[in-house]
């Protein structure tokens, strides 16, 4: 069978130096922000070409604390792509502001820059862009809207760790960016984990102690803070797998290249090549077919393990009752074809192959 990933072969290839990760920490008797979570936070902030990276509990945390730390909550507006995952806009709504949802291109399924500026209202403080699926967002064209009225620029970057953009990394794209390390992103723990980066340096300040209970300096409390911290063990585990993750990006992108080269079937709508930038690390490789559900039996028979992402997209859940009027024709329909065929750094040539072959024999 083939998976649509595999963790565990992932991981196996760290085994050993993961194993010494754990003796070192269990051995200092020191398990929260400590020397590993700021030997990664460095490592992770060079790596993203940042001043700071804070590290904390996970991905809707990072967005989330990057949103209360610019004070925008009840009243005020955050824009946002229509067909993120669900936590890009939790973030928004837990601190009391409007998610203003924005439809994507059909082509990248990536927010839509033309139709960001017919949003904006004087309420607006803020663009989300959610660099979906490993595909970085058209930022030259956003950050120029952002300036000309005055709004700060939001990543989220739980999907698109490495990812470049005109020489660029993400988390370095904008005035801040949340990432999460969940076991199955590009660069995943062994449980959850998230960071922060920024070049601002107060803002990296109110991040460091809005994670920690809103302290600065112990037991001094400044802000309302909130308890999300990355664990030592984590941050160890995170920095054992840093090293590889620009060797694992490229072979999803090798993967990817197969597959926009060798899936011939017309019935199989592919996502838009890769350029050879690394502007997508295709966390995932999502495709489009009519016929969705047949496809994904079809596969399954084959032995072949498939995952749609997303079934129904945000503004047709029941947490959120106040969108359900809105009409959103390319992302209901993004969300009512998608769906994403195995990719990932430990898939073999004979697997890459054999999906291939099965998808244009459909
Ligand atoms: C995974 C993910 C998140 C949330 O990260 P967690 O660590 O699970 O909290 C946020 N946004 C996107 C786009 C994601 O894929």
């Not at 005055?150 to 970057?157: H, T």
Request: aromatic share 8%; glycine share 6%; net charge negative.
């Amino acid at each position: 069978m083939i998976k649509f990933l595999d963790l565990h072969k992932i991981n196996e290839r760290f085994r050993g130096e993961m194993d010494a990760a754990t003796k070192r920490v269990l051995d200092s008797g020191w398990y929260l922000l400590g020397k590993e979570d700021e030997k990664f936070e460095n490592d992770f902030a060079a790596y993203c070409g940042v001043k700071h990276c804070i590290g904390c509990a996970n991905g809707l945390d990072a967005l989330e604390l990057i949103i209360k730390a610019w004070d925008i909550g009840p009243g005020d507006e955050v824009i946002a792509p229509a067909n993120t995952y669900i936590a890009s806009l939790i973030a928004i709504s837990a601190n009391g502001a409007t998610p203003i949802l924005v439809e994507p291109k059909l082509d990248t399924y990536l927010i839509d820059p033309e139709r960001i500026e017919e949003a904006i209202t004087p309420r607006t403080k803020a663009i989300m862009v959610v660099h979906l699926y490993g595909r970085v967002c058209d930022m030259r064209s956003i950050n120029a809207i952002a300036k000309k009225h005055g709004l700060k620029v939001i990543e989220d970057c739980a999907q698109a760790h490495g990812a470049f953009y005109e020489g660029t990394r993400v988390g370095a794209l904008g005035d801040a960016a949340g990432f999460s390390f969940y076991p199955g992103k590009n660069l995943g723990c062994l449980g959850d984990g998230g960071a922060m980066t920024t070049n601002d340096d107060e803002l990296a300040k109110k991040l460091r102690a809005l994670r920690n209970y809103g302290s600065d300096v112990k037991y001094h409390f400044p802000y309302r803070g909130t308890n999300s911290r990355l664990d030592e063990l984590q941050a160890a585990y995170l920095s054992v797998k840093l090293p590889a993750l620009d060797e694992d990006n490229a072979r999803r992108v090798e993967i990817a290249s197969r597959y926009c080269r060798e899936i011939t079937n017309p019935k199989i709508e592919l996502p838009a090549a890769p350029t050879g930038n690394h502007d997508s690390v295709y966390h995932v490789f999502p495709v489009r077919v009519e016929k969705r559900d047949e496809f994904q039996a079809y596969l399954t028979e084959k032995g072949i393990q498939t995952v749609i992402h997303y079934p129904i997209p945000p503004h047709r859940q029941p947490a959120y009752t106040e969108w359900h009027d809105l009409t959103l024709p390319i992302t209901e329909k993004i969300h009512d074809t998608i769906i994403s065929l195995p990719i990932s750094p430990v898939m073999t040539e004979e697997e890459v192959i054999e999906v291939i072959s099965a998808v244009n024999a459909f």
